[in-house]
């Protein structure tokens, strides 16, 4: 796997239309000849414009107020910047399973034991789980269509939600399988295929970390571990990448760079 090329908030239509996109606050700022840019941003006042980038992308951001110093600061894309996360966690979570289990396959080895590594592969790899499927959460609430309006019929009545109410209250299985396929007219999950099975994979598994179920005889804990050590995350990685060049072509891109970290 190659990491992405790194996008921020409202990547294509700034690289359409940017140029002519500012704060109304920005742009009312009287510019002296010898421009302060520090006044100019304290006084946007906590609002939001763009910076162009050295490729002369247009990048949006926001101004951060850092104990009087003012900067601009680039949002990302949080479904790649979670995915971007993900991969990073999934290159260390690699070395540290190999650390793992050289460490413990044998028992009556002479060598020093590092019982951390337990605790960082565990980390790692939850992490990554976690990140990964906060991407895809990301990314299927960004693509719901402001206007669209889901309509769940009943006998007794009819429910009506509107984008924020399906973000809020919809399960996500149900934007997936339900919402989607509705508000844009194609369907991922019409048939089971290979890249269907592992993002469900990716949900049992992320569900049974963050709500990890206590037992007494640990064995939630080590099946737990056990999914993590044997979870097919190159894989998994595809299929997330195909769900979304699904329904936003080139979204997700491979870096230019020669770097494979």
Same mark, same amino acid.
């Given at each position: ?12 239509f ?12 920005l ?8 421009? =302060?840019?520090?006044? /100019?941003?304290?006084? @946007?006042k ?5 910076? !162009?980038?050295?490729?002369? &992308?247009? %990048? ?72 990964l ?13 402001? =206007?669209?309006?889901? /309509?769940?019929?009943? @006998? ?6 509107? !984008?924020?109410?399906?973000? &809020?209250? %919809?399960p ?21 295929t ?22 007494p ?40 760079? =020669?770097?494979?970290?």
């Amino acid at each position: 796997m190659k990491h992405i090329k790194k996008k921020f908030l409202f990547h294509e239509f700034l690289q359409e239309r940017g140029d002519n996109i500012f704060t109304k606050e920005l742009e009312e700022i009287p510019l002296p000849q010898n421009i =302060d840019l520090q006044k /100019i941003l304290k006084g @946007t006042k906590g609002q939001v414009g763009i910076i !162009k980038s050295t490729n002369d &992308e247009n %990048i949006f951001s926001m101004v951060y107020n850092d104990s009087g110093t003012y900067c601009m600061i680039p949002i990302p894309d949080f479904s790649l910047m979670n995915y971007h996360q993900a991969y990073k966690n999934n290159i260390d979570r690699k070395e540290l399973r190999k650390e793992l289990i050289r460490h413990f396959k044998d028992l009556k080895s002479e060598e020093y034991k590092n019982f951390a590594f337990a605790y960082e592969f565990q980390g790692c790899a939850s992490a990554c789980i976690i990140m990964l499927f906060t991407s895809l959460e990301c990314f299927v609430n960004d693509i719901i269509p402001a =206007d669209f309006k889901y /309509i769940v019929p009943d @006998t007794k009545r009819t429910e009506i939600y509107n !984008k924020e109410q399906i973000q &809020e209250f %919809i399960p996500f299985m149900d934007k997936l399988k339900k919402v989607l396929p509705h508000a844009l007219g194609k369907d991922f999950f019409s048939k089971q295929t290979t890249s269907t099975s592992h993002i469900y994979n990716l949900k049992d598994l992320r569900n049974a970390i963050v709500h990890t179920k206590s037992d007494p005889t640990g064995q939630n804990h080590a099946e737990i571990l056990k999914k993590l050590l044997n979870f097919k995350y190159d894989e998994t990685f595809k299929a997330i990448t195909t769900y979304f060049n699904f329904h936003k072509e080139g979204f997700v891109e491979d870096c230019s760079c =020669d770097e494979d970290w």
